[in-house]
């Protein structure tokens, strides 16, 4: 089974680093953005999901079974 991080504050800085990076590591990842369009513009690959924080507890409960990291890289709630 592949591993999740769920990473906050993903459309800039370091949270959007870290999603390119654990996604080019073969990690699946929900990046938590306020601003999926940015996000999705760099983070190139098919294995990153964005979602907005209001949605992401329920997104991540309904689609995996189990959470292998989650990464505060900005300061939305989750």
Known sequence: MKKLAVVTGANRGLG????????E???????I????EVLKAGAGSADVTT??????????HRD?????LVVGG???EV
Do not use: D, H, M, Y
């Open 64 to 68: 995996w079974e189990t959470l292998s």
């Open 74 to 76: 900005g300061n939305e």
């Open 16 to 23: 959007c680093s870290l999603v390119q990076e654990f996604s």
């Open 33 to 36: 953005t306020r601003s999926p």
């Open 25 to 31: 590591s073969g990690w699946s990842v929900v990046a």
């Open 51 to 60: 979602v907005q924080p209001s949605r992401s507890a329920a997104l991540v």
